[in-house]
Each structure stands twice: as C-alpha cells, then as structure tokens.
C-alpha cells in the first residue's frame, strides 16, 4: 500500500481572551498539488510552514483592518514572525542531515533551555 499526499489545509484559531472577553480569529487555507505532482517529504514540510505563516499574515491583516491591532504592531509582529519562520526552516534544514540520535540530543538540549528560563 502506498500514500501520496494530494492537498494541505491548515487551521488556525487565535485567541486573546480572558474570562470570555477580547477577541478570537480563525482562518483556514489550504493548498492542492497538480495531478502529476508527487510532493517530497520535505516540500509537504516546506508548504505547511508557508500556509501556517500565510494563515497567521491574515489574522493579524485582518486585526489591523478592523483596529484590533495597530500598524505599528502589525509591522512589528511581521517582523518577528519572518524571523522565527526562518529559524525554524533552519532547524529543518540541519536535522535533514542528522541521525535519530544527534535529532534527539538537539531535542533535550533545545527542551532544557525552555525549562531553564522557566
């Protein structure tokens, strides 16, 4: 039996509230490859970050037109978003040339920097 991944759809759902008050956003996206298209692993990867980050552009698009969110706050939640995607694509990149082993390490390392800021 084999598997191939035809379409991708990613949900995302934000909310900023406490005890049933401020605001929740939800959009969802999705993608479908080409009939003759055969996605690699790492493109379905690939593709699922940039329709997360895409997804999460237009909540925080749409928080700015509505005068949820400022534009200076837009800009500077854009900023740190295109960071922290390119960090993480970087991550992905480097364990593509690991083992299960150095993968794991780099896990339990990352995790015990987390815990140790608390």
Wanted: proline share 1%.
């Amino acid at each position: 039996m084999s598997a191939e991944i035809t379409s991708m759809a990613v949900s995302l759902d934000l909310s900023d509230k406490q005890y049933g008050n401020g605001t929740n956003s939800f959009t969802s996206i999705s993608c479908k490859w080409g009939e003759n298209d055969t996605p690699t692993l790492d493109e379905v990867m690939d593709r699922g970050i940039d329709l997360y980050f895409t997804a999460w552009q237009n909540i925080l698009v749409n928080r700015t037109a509505t005068s949820q969110m400022t534009v200076a706050d837009f800009k500077i939640a854009i900023g740190s978003g295109i960071a922290r995607i390119e960090k993480v694509k970087q991550i992905l990149n480097k364990i593509k040339s690991m083992n299960t082993d150095e993968v794991l390490g780099m896990v339990r390392t990352e995790k015990a920097k987390v815990e140790s800021k608390g």
